[in-house]
Structure formats: structure tokens, C-alpha cells
């Protein structure tokens, strides 16, 4: 787990909005869009359209990752933990 990983997933304890991230980590959103969706790609976060509802598809991180809340999964949670 990369240094930004660990940083991002830190943050997701609870369900998060894109905006809240941006603000508590400070980074580009290019940064921050290309690092979650390898989190999505690892299956360490989940995504969603409102806070209560996960997207079970392929989430479009590019081009509507900004409109959509997340959360550590459990495997997430055990690799951060483990970190």
C-alpha cells in the first residue's frame, strides 16, 4: 500500500464525499480521482451515488467520481490496518 493509499483510505472510515476528501487531503483532483479508482480497482473502497446507496457496477471515476461518495471496504480496512 502506497503512502497515498494508506492517507486516502484513512479517511473512510465512515462514508465520505469526493468534496470532504479533496479538502482534508489537499490534492489535485486529477491525483485524487486516478488514486481512487485504483482503490475501486483493488476492491479496498466502495463507492456511491448518495450515501446510502453503493454503486455495484463499475463506478465512471473520471467523469462522475466527483459526485460520488466512499467508503473502506473490509479488505481495505484489513490492508490498512496491516499497513
Known sequence: MTE???D????L????SYDYLK???DWEDEKLLVILQKLIDKEWINCYS???EEIFDDPD???KGKTYF???SKKGLLEHNAS
Open 4 to 6: 497515498e493509499e494508506f
Open 8 to 11: 486516502l483510505i484513512d479517511e
Open 13 to 16: 472510515y465512515f462514508v465520505q
Open 23 to 25: 479538502q482534508e487531503l
Open 50 to 52: 448518495s450515501p446510502d
Open 61 to 63: 471515476i473520471p467523469n
Open 70 to 72: 466512499y467508503l473502506a
